[in-house]
């Protein structure tokens, strides 16, 4: 079983970004898929989670109203679009299923 996150990077606040969590080893279709992310210096927090069949979202509050979760089950693959980013947005993002994490993708947000 493998999680494999990307699609991080530098953006400047305002900006967007998508990343996405490319699964093998299993079929996601049968899955929740969730988001989580670590600050510097700060534990890890949820941040979005999707239902197996895409019918089910929660957020954090922080993010909602700005970040998007989805998943493409044919292509095996969640994704997480973020809008009107903010510098208080900037931490390791990572993807969980199945009580496996991925490596994570750093995302800063910075001017």
């Known amino acids: 079983v493998q999680l494999v996150e990307s699609g991080g990077g530098l953006v400047q606040p305002g900006g967007s970004l998508r990343l996405s969590c490319a699964a093998s080893?299993?079929?996601?279709?049968?899955?929740?898929m969730r988001w989580y992310r670590q600050a510097l210096g700060k534990e890890r927090e949820f941040v979005a989670y999707?239902?197996?069949?895409?019918?089910?979202?929660k957020y954090a509050e922080s993010v909602k109203g700005r970040f998007t979760v989805s998943r493409d089950n044919a292509k095996n693959t969640a994704y997480l679009q973020m809008n009107s980013l903010k510098p208080e947005d900037t931490a390791v993002y990572y993807c969980?299923?199945?009580?496996?994490w991925g490596q994570g993708t750093q995302v800063t947000v910075s001017s």
């Open positions: 969980n299923s199945l009580g496996y």
């Open positions: 999707i239902g197996s069949n895409g019918d089910y979202t």
């Open positions: 080893g299993f079929t996601i279709s049968s899955r929740v």
